[in-house]
Nanobody, 124 residues
Framework: VQLQASGGGLVQAGGSLRLSCAASGRTFSSYAMGWFRQAPGKEREFVSAISWSGGRTVYADSVKGRFTISRDNAKKTVYLQMNSLKSEDTAVYYC??????????????????WGQGTQVTVSS
């Protein structure tokens, strides 16, 4: 599968952004999907994941209550709605996919597929 992330940008603290990740291929519904992020000088970290059906979601504690992940299997797209953004949310956000498992792995080295990343900058 190929992943194309979009929707990043510059936003003030407290603002919102919605990231999108469009996937190619015919079996999108067989992939667990999610998002990671990487800030300058830091390791890539897990943000959120959603199961193939959308019935199960997982969030990092740092974004719980502020971010919402969703997917539209007909459009082969996964979304990350980010509200109440903080300066510490500034990072490159990467879309990720794992085939044939219920929920995306939360360790970057174990993830099967990556998108190209989209920059999110939150100004304080």
């Amino acid at each position: 599968v190929q992943l194309q992330a979009s929707g990043g940008g510059l936003v003030q603290a407290g603002g919102s952004l919605r990231l999108s990740c469009a996937a190619s291929g015919r079996t999108f519904s067989s992939y667990a999907m999610g998002w990671f992020r990487q800030a300058p000088g830091k390791e890539r970290e897990f943000v959120s994941a959603i199961s193939w059906s959308g019935g199960r979601t997982v969030y990092a504690d740092s974004v719980k209550g502020r971010f919402t992940i969703s997917r539209d299997n007909a459009k082969k797209t996964v979304y990350l709605q980010m509200n109440s953004l903080k300066s510490e949310d500034t990072a490159v956000y990467y879309c990720a996919a794992d085939y044939g498992i219920a929920v995306l792995r939360t360790t970057p080295l174990e993830v099967d597929y990556w998108g190209q990343g989209t920059q999110v900058t939150v100004s304080s």
